[in-house]
């Protein structure tokens, strides 16, 4: 996974990804996405082969639609949106072929805005991923993860609020704009928004004076109210690299030109190879056919 974003510039880096016409950079969005779409895909529909169509689809979308998305934190919401699309289009393709509705997994209303949640904490440096984990899921305190991963606890209390800071949506300018004082620090606020310790009066004053740092430990609450929702699905899958094959395939496939106001027929990367395949089948059992046909015919 990438590290923590630190610039502002290097925050559009997945957006030019997508909109770049480089293979090579695209291929590396599609490594840092991928397994975001596929797992919701996947967990959507049930099956390998489906998730791999869809991720294919999603991703040649992607490449084609780039400018459709300029602000990075849209980015993973913009490709769960057309994730969301091709699945429906797999459960009513489904459906007409069983003549019954699709059973629809629980909760798979929210599922793409847990994967999310479960990529931005994948995103974190490990040793941040295990802390905000142990506090989400197992509900430890920041002493009970500093003893267990062996760290001391200032450094713990970093990490969980790098790592709600991450899930709140912060970037580089909040931390260029908080000076603590005459703000809270801002690692304790993030331990109090998990729950503990409790509150002094001096806090109380202070939050009761402060809209800035009341705002960040409502949001802080807000992230730790979503992580805690989203930790039972935390666990991504990467697809198999015969995904990005049939996707580069169809990349270099020689496109049709559209007609004027339309967009040009595509499909999917692995029914791209498929047809490939048959066409290739078919054609050496004309030749093979031809010949066994020329030899019953030749004079013996």
Request: proline share 7%.
């Amino acid at each position: 996974m990438p590290p923590v974003t630190e610039t502002a510039d290097d925050a559009v880096t997945p957006v030019r990804d997508f909109a770049t016409a480089h293979e090579a950079t695209f291929e590396s969005a599609y490594t840092r996405w991928s397994p975001l779409v596929y797992t919701f895909a996947l967990r959507s529909l049930g099956r390998v082969a489906d998730a791999e169509d869809v991720t294919c689809d999603v991703f040649l979308e992607g490449w084609r639609d780039a400018d459709a998305v300029d602000d990075p934190s849209a980015l993973p919401s913009w490709l769960i949106d057309i994730a969301r699309a091709r699945v429906e289009h797999f459960r009513s393709v489904r459906e007409a072929h069983q003549g019954m509705p699709v059973e629809v997994p629980p909760g798979d209303a929210f599922l793409g805005d847990h994967l999310i949640v479960a990529d931005q904490i994948a995103s974190l440096e490990p040793e941040a991923q295990r802390a905000i984990r142990l506090a989400l899921a197992d509900g430890l305190s920041h002493q009970q993860i500093a003893a267990r991963l062996r760290l001391p606890r200032g450094t713990v209390k970093h990490h969980l609020q790098t790592g709600l800071d991450r899930l709140r949506g912060g970037n580089a300018e909040d931390d260029a704009t908080w000076v603590s004082p005459p703000h809270a620090d801002r690692d304790e606020l993030a331990v109090k928004a998990l729950g503990e310790p409790t509150f002094s009066k001096l806090d109380r004053a202070h939050l009761a004076s402060c809209e800035q740092c009341a705002t960040y430990l409502r949001e802080l609450t807000a992230a730790v109210k979503e992580g805690r929702r989203a930790i039972s699905v935390s666990i991504l899958v990467r697809p198999s690299a015969r995904v990005w094959d049939a996707i580069a395939a169809e990349l270099h496939a020689p496109q049709p030109e559209p007609a004027a106001g339309d967009k040009a027929p595509r499909m999917s990367g692995r029914r791209f190879l498929v047809t490939v395949a048959i066409a290739l089948v078919i054609a050496i059992i004309i030749v093979v056919g031809g010949i066994l046909g020329w030899n019953a015919l030749a004079p013996q």
